[in-house]
């Protein structure tokens, strides 16, 4: 097998262009139009932004699904303060990342500190933080429907249409991505990561700082969330309390067809890119086709269970037949 | 009971906080809550989301998840509405096929847990995603509708969907049944302690001669037939099977376990501990509508409640150590 088929994003890559077949061959779709259309890239692009971090997180060896919340929350908290309070943008933005910084720290030290999976913690802390947030509203503004009027240089840097059709927030998207691959590929930071998610005593041990690590990938994944739906208010002059839960199983199911190994040490940023636009041409490009769209939820469930399994086809042929001397942090992870 | 042995036992904290929470919410609720319509209010959701906790708390013991359970519940119920109410087949045939997707769905997690390295979690929202598909595909495409209907026969309706007194669901008494067999099975049986083991250490359970593999897929089958069989209570007693139900179950049955102190880290849990916990989740969920306060604030309770089961887990686990190594 090709030095390809080692490559974490391998099996993401493929799911990608088996999707395009199956939608050309199978649901007659026009590819030009496919490409060119915004919905799937504006989808994309707010389930991306969540995806990288969480991802990262995951090869780390944790979870974080408290992002359902901090989705709504995000978007909750910049329009409290600067649609009803009429605060400036600037000190909403500040406010509604600190406050996602604060959930992020919570979920870390937790983590960090007891023996509890990192699921169940930010299970916990999703169910607190959408209890605070929606009461919170309603006991502020008297109602959980709270507008936003943003200055124009906020609206056109978080929330515009370019072109009419594709929001800003692929650019974000693709920026976040562009930094987050050079910090996990490039960085000594990023070897931890995977030193972390291969064997934590290990990597504790060789002197990573695996408690800030955990703490600083949290917080991360919460800001990113917030951030999504900070975007969001600002685009719709509104907040937008629902539609997070979504996410979080979007995210997953993204970052796995991706080829990122939830038990950790193993994936790439460029992995989850793909995977995150193989999730979205999956659910929205389906209308595109002549498939009736009820079978969206089957496709997905079908790609991720095909992907993980070729994933793990190729990481066991990687283990057999990978570069031996060069011993990098993903090699010794890839034991796990 | 020395103080030593009750503190050691992993429900002491969540009989406390559902002590705590019955009494806040009486004090808030009154002589409402207090009284029939607040009991059946709460025993009604617990009874549901109960049947299915205790197996999803089986799994956490044995160190798995089992997402898929939100898909299972609305595929046996319109299965078993379009079979019967449909197609107007025989109202325990629509039961069996409903049951039976439910044992299948378990079956294939379970190898595909067993068979492969991929973590339970990933493999759940895998099946579930793909069952999700199916059921409002085929439910379209046969039924030609996302909601299909069923009237059942009075027997029926008398077993798995009537209100005793107009208020208690009749389902309380299959959760009680469920939580018997269960509290039997994993604390009396001998393959109880397999289930601990396989949540302790795997490979151990293995080498130690336990058939791994088939308990998990067991464990799986059961979650699953459990899921199923909420799917036909729901079903008689709504009289209705909707492809969109059950999402809500995946989150609300694992809190329901881990308030009542199993936390997926393996090998500790019990059944009372979960019937606490599953419990204290419904008395909150239903006593926040009678207290008069924001219902947002319920989500607060709980979220708090399962951050103090979090905390007081190590706690416990430091506790348990310090004394069952000192000799009685």
Redesign the interface.
């Known amino acids: 097998m090709s030095p390809f088929l080692r490559r974490p994003e391998a099996a993401a890559i493929i799911s990608l262009f088996a999707i395009l077949a199956f939608y050309a061959a199978l649901g007659g779709v026009n590819l030009g139009t496919l490409f060119g259309a915004a919905s799937w890239l504006n989808f994309a692009a707010n389930l991306g932004i969540v995806a990288i971090p969480v991802g990262i997180l995951m090869i780390g060896g944790h979870i974080d699904i408290s992002i359902g919340a901090m989705i709504p929350a995000g978007s909750m908290t910049i329009a409290i303060l600067s649609g009803y309070y009429e605060l400036p943008i600037w000190v909403g933005i500040l406010g509604t990342l600190s406050l996602a910084a604060v959930v992020g720290l919570v979920n870390g030290i937790l983590t960090a500190r007891t023996t509890v999976p990192s699921l169940i913690i930010t299970l916990s802390t999703l169910v607190v933080m959408q209890g605070v947030v929606l009461a919170g509203a309603n006991l502020l503004t008297g109602g959980s429907s709270v507008a936003l009027t943003s200055p124009d240089w906020a609206k056109s840097v978080f929330g515009s249409l370019i072109g009419g059709s594709h929001q800003v927030v692929i650019f974000w998207w693709m920026g976040f991505a562009a930094i987050l691959a050079f910090l996990l590929h490039k960085t000594r930071v990023g070897n931890w990561v995977f030193a972390m998610g291969g064997d934590l005593v290990s990597a504790r041990n060789a002197g990573v700082p695996t408690t800030r690590l955990t703490i600083v990938l949290f917080m991360l994944s919460a800001m990113s969330a917030a951030f999504v739906g900070m975007c969001g208010a600002i685009q719709f002059n509104s907040a937008q309390v629902s539609g997070g839960m979504g996410y979080i199983f979007n995210a997953i199911v993204s970052v796995v067809v991706g080829g990122v190994v939830l038990t950790g040490g193993f994936g790439s940023v460029l992995g989850i890119f793909v995977g995150t636009i193989t999730f979205a041409i999956v659910s929205q490009g389906i209308y595109f086709t002549d498939i009736d769209r009820n079978w969206s939820s089957l496709i997905i469930g079908v790609t991720l269970l095909l992907a993980v399994a070729m994933n793990e086809s190729f990481r066991k042929f990687a283990l057999r037949s990978g570069p031996k001397p060069r011993a990098s942090a993903q090699a010794i992870a890839v034991k796990a | 009971m020395s103080f030593g042995i009750l503190a050691r036992r992993p429900e002491t904290g969540s009989l406390v906080g559902l002590l705590l929470v019955f009494a806040f919410f009486s004090v808030m609720g009154g002589a409402v809550f207090i009284g029939a319509p607040g009991w059946s209010s709460w025993l009604n959701i617990a009874a549901e989301v109960g049947i299915i906790a205790l197996p999803v708390g089986l799994l956490m013991i044995a160190g798995e998840?089992d997402?898929s359970v939100g898909s299972i519940i609305p595929a046996s119920s319109v299965t078993a509405a379009v079979i019967t109410g449909y197609f107007g087949l025989p109202v325990f045939l629509g039961i069996a096929c409903g049951l039976g997707v439910g044992l299948i769905v378990g079956y294939v997690n379970g190898l595909?847990v067993t068979r492969?390295?991929?973590?339970s979690?990933?493999?759940t929202?895998?099946?579930?995603?793909?069952?999700?598909?199916?059921t409002?595909?085929l439910a379209?495409l046969i039924a030609g509708s996302t909601s299909v209907f069923l009237v059942p026969d009075p027997t029926t309706k008398l077993l798995l969907g009537t209100f005793i007194g107009g208020m208690f669901n009749v389902s309380i008494f299959w959760w009680v049944g469920f939580s018997l067999v269960l509290f039997f099975f994993l604390h009396v049986s001998p393959i109880g302690n397999w289930v601990f083991a396989l949540g302790g250490d795997r490979v151990s359970a293995r080498n130690a001669g336990i058939p791994t593999a088939g308990l998990t897929i067991a464990l799986y089958m059961l979650s699953g037939f459990a899921a199923a069989f909420v799917g036909i209570l729901q079903l008689m007693t709504y009289q209705n099977a909707q492809v969109a139900a059950g999402q809500p179950f995946i989150?609300n049955s694992?809190?329901c376990v881990?308030i009542g102190g199993v936390?997926?880290?393996g090998g500790a849990g019990s059944v009372v501990g979960i019937v606490i916990g599953t419990a204290t989740f419904s008395i909150v969920n239903q006593g926040i509508f009678f207290s008069g306060l924001?219902p947002?604030?319920?989500?607060?309770?709980?979220?708090?409640l399962?951050?103090t089961a979090?905390?007081s887990?190590?706690g416990f686990?430091a506790l348990a150590l310090k004394y069952s190594t000192k000799k009685r």
């Open positions: 998840l997402i595909l492969t390295t991929i973590p979690l990933i493999i929202i895998g099946t579930m995603f793909v069952l999700m598909g199916l409002l595909g379209v989150f694992i809190m881990v936390m997926l880290n924001d947002n604030v319920g989500s607060v309770i709980i979220g708090v399962l951050l979090v905390l887990n190590d686990r």
